[in-house]
């Protein structure tokens, strides 16, 4: 089945670490993205790449980064410095034209210890 | 800069009672919408979208949504409420020009169906 992959479900941080979350997608999309959900508060997009070895920020792209060394892969990585990482983390991938829907994954939940 | 309102962050209807979720949405130039549903602790699912054409958009589970342009609407219904529709409902938009391709979510509306 085609789709888009997020590993783990539930991920869990100490102080100080940094942390990888996982997107993989088998759609053959060039286009990937990276969303952040907190209660109340929408969705508000991380990083986002049109094309492999690409990819520009979002609106709150802080204390995270990303690579997008491969098409079908586009990881996350929540660093050190992102003081307030609780939150649910949503990817989601795309054609690259405009008006093209957003396929999204099952997200991960990422607490801090 | 594009952005979106949806009026009433909680909404509750009763089984069988028509559905309302209000969207406005501000874009300089024609946008798309979009419609996406979410039940806890899943990712999002698209429920319709408008690009051109046609104002009033049907999608999937009975829901369907008219694009005013005269009021910055994008309004989502469905005439009758099913136990199966509480989720939480996400309008979004982006531009037809430019380069930017990015998606704008509202803050999104959670629909209670009460038995």
């Known amino acids: 089945d085609g789709g888009i992959t997020q590993s783990p479900k539930y991920l869990f941080r100490k102080e100080g670490q940094n942390v990888t979350l996982s997107c993989e997608q088998n759609l053959n999309h060039d286009a990937m993205y990276w969303y952040r959900q907190d209660p109340g508060q929408g969705l508000r997009l991380i990083y986002y790449?049109?094309?492999?070895?690409?990819?520009q920020k979002g609106d709150i792209a802080e204390g995270y980064s990303v690579s997008r060394e491969k098409k079908e892969s586009f990881p996350l990585t929540v660093t050190s410095a992102q003081k307030n990482p609780t939150a649910f983390y949503l990817c989601a991938s795309s054609y690259r034209g405009r008006g093209d829907i957003q396929y999204f994954g099952a997200g991960t939940r990422l607490s801090v210890l | 800069a594009q952005s979106v309102t949806q009026l009433g962050s909680h909404v509750s209807v009763s089984e069988g009672a028509l559905v309302l979720l209000r969207c406005n949405y501000s874009s300089s130039v024609p946008p798309y919408l979009f419609w996406y549903v979410q039940y806890p602790n899943q990712g999002l699912q698209l429920l319709l979208k408008y690009t051109t054409g046609a104002t009033l958009v049907k999608g999937i589970n009975g829901f369907e949504a008219e694009f005013k342009k005269s009021e910055t609407s994008f309004h989502l219904t469905k005439p009758s409420a099913h136990m199966s529709d509480a989720a939480e409902y996400f309008c979004?938009?982006?531009?037809?020009?430019?380069?930017?391709?990015?998606?704008?979510f509202g803050k999104g509306t959670l629909l209670t169906v009460n038995p």
């Open positions: 979004a938009v982006t531009n037809s020009g430019g380069s930017n391709y990015k998606l704008t």
């Open positions: 790449s049109q094309i492999v070895n690409d990819f």
